[in-house]
């Protein structure tokens, strides 16, 4: 409904007010700076973006990586940074970049909607903790409002009975605690658009580049997963390219109406959504609303006690948590690594304040476990033909570079005929180095005046054989099927009766030395 999706807005707009003033004193710039930004980045993207209902703003991670520049070099080159990250945002929109989500595993994806959670709920204890008591009880009515109003009703949105209530009391009983205008000033004029004063030289862009890039890098990606949280909470889809190229439109728009870069703020989207949002029309009266409230209207907004939304915005850290990745009964139930990824991608995002990083170590961690335990995989079997000339190894599994150290030590160089068949019927060869493996497994027979061949390669496997092999091309079978050694060694794996001849995995632990024969042979 059209009412249901003006008064989400609404509610996101007055969510937004404190958030993007505290941001921008991060920054180190002009409160009007990061609401001008969020106003302008929300109405653009409501248009050119692809998750409806989702909100763009100037984000506290953007503001933490400007900081350092506005600090150094002033307000213009700050201008010109966003004009520079809404165009490189909408080039890598456009080349797909959003494919790369792909990479980003689930326990990372937890482990950064847990931080943010804890982000938004630390951001709050400023405007509570050595306050007066005052204070503390407006809090707890709010949160008790935001419980018991949606048992009672749901047309209205909890959060804006809560803002409306608090405020009547605080003036009312004309109460002394801090308010939304004692966060900043509030602007008093429309945002008109310019250009930014830099010079244009390499030496501008040499200044601005690497923030370009960590700008770009962080709003990117911090946009797509929080499009993602969404996804979850409406039961929907959205367009993660259209999302990265429309944040890229509105960053340029943005740059040039004087505010600072923006991306996707996951608290106030929580608003959004968990107030009735579900359309482009709730992101774009949000921006509508704010620019109403802070400038008509600034002198209501201003008595708005900070108590009041910062309620709102603890319930909305409550509800973001993922507090079922926490459970006892999920910690005994989970790999020990996935609760690993997500307790470090939390460590890193929570001190630092950059979401980047913490998934960046979730991802590279998750990365590194994963190599480790599909690095154990590949497996070597064997039988000794009926009449012991030829033994014959079946390999299965995939070969990498993690993996082909195991397997160059899964044979029994010493102690086979003068004849080896080596089946890859069952091996995905999956780069360079697992091709390398095989010619050092041929090469140590050879040694040992052994003929290998190698049978039932195709596909990408005999691809890779022919591209990289040191082998001549006209050495290597690859004729499809498996010979019937290969098979026999297979089923003799397999079966609970007497063990095969010889079975040995490239999985096993194999002292320093090399394979043990006897282990190797029954």
Not at 15 to 24: C, G, M, Q, R
Not at 242 to 265: Q, T
Not at 290 to 316: C, E, K, N, T
Request: include cysteine.
């Amino acid at each position: 409904m059209i009412r249901i999706e003006l008064l989400a807005g609404l509610v996101t707009a007055l969510a937004l007010i404190p958030e993007t003033i505290s941001f921008s004193v991060v920054a180190g710039v002009d409160p009007k700076v990061g609401l001008f930004a969020s106003f302008t980045i929300s109405v653009v993207i409501a248009v050119t973006g692809g998750r409806p209902a989702m909100i763009s703003a100037a984000a506290g991670s953007m503001a933490l990586v400007a900081a350092p520049l506005v600090r150094d070099h002033g307000l213009d080159y700050l201008l010109a940074t966003t004009i520079c990250v809404g165009v490189t945002m909408f080039v890598l929109g456009r080349l797909g970049v959003a494919r790369l989500m792909r990479f980003v595993p689930r326990t990372v994806m937890i482990g950064f909607v847990n931080a943010l959670a804890i982000l938004i709920f630390t951001a709050q204890m400023p405007h509570v903790l050595g306050e007066s008591p005052a204070v503390y009880a407006l809090v707890a009515a709010g949160l008790a409002i935001l419980l018991v109003v949606p048992r009672l009703t749901r047309a209205v949105p909890p959060p804006l009975v809560a803002v409306a209530l608090l405020t009547l009391t605080t003036v009312a009983f004309d109460l002394s605690v801090p308010t939304v205008g004692d966060e900043g000033s509030l602007p008093s004029s429309l945002p008109v658009p310019g250009l930014p004063s830099v010079p244009m030289t390499w030496e501008t862009l040499r200044i601005i580049g690497p923030y370009v890039v960590t700008l770009t890098a962080v709003g990117l990606l911090e946009t797509l997963l929080t499009a993602q949280i969404v996804d979850r909470m409406t039961d929907s889809t959205h367009d993660a390219n259209r999302e990265s190229w429309g944040l890229g439109i509105a960053n340029i728009v943005n740059g040039f109406f004087g505010g600072m870069a923006g991306c996707a703020m996951i608290g106030q989207t929580m608003v959004n959504v968990s107030s009735g949002g579900r359309t482009r029309l709730s992101t774009f009266s949000a921006g509508a609303f704010l620019l109403l409230l802070v400038v008509p209207l600034r002198a209501i907004v201003g008595v708005i006690p900070m108590s009041a939304l910062v309620a709102v915005m603890i319930l909305v850290s409550v509800m973001t948590f993922e507090w079922r990745s926490v459970a006892p009964a999920t910690l005994r139930r989970m790999p020990r690594s996935e609760t690993l990824v997500m307790v470090a991608t939390v460590a890193v995002v929570v001190p630092t304040h950059n979401l980047a990083y913490g998934v960046l170590v979730g991802v590279v961690l998750s990365a590194l476990l994963f190599t480790r335990r599909v690095a154990h995989l590949a497996k070597v079997t064997s039988v000794l033909d009926p009449e012991g000339g030829e033994r014959i190894y079946a390999v299965s599994g995939p070969l990498f570079f993690a993996s082909s150290n195991d397997l160059v030590t899964a044979f029994d160089y010493a102690h086979d005929p003068a004849r080896v068949a080596i089946d890859l019927s069952e091996v995905q060869i999956l780069d360079s180095a697992g091709v390398a493996a095989l010619d050092d497994v041929r090469q140590k027979f050879g040694d040992r005046g052994i003929t290998v061949r190698f049978a039932g390669a195709s596909g990408a496997t005999a691809t890779m054989l022919t591209r990289f092999s040191a082998t001549e091309p006209a050495a290597l079978a690859t004729a499809p099927g498996r010979t019937e050694g290969a098979e026999a060694a297979s089923t003799a794996a397999a079966a609970p009766a007497p063990a095969p001849e010889m079975t040995s995995d490239a999985n096993r632990d194999v002292p320093d030395g090399g394979p043990d024969p006897g282990s190797a042979r029954r």
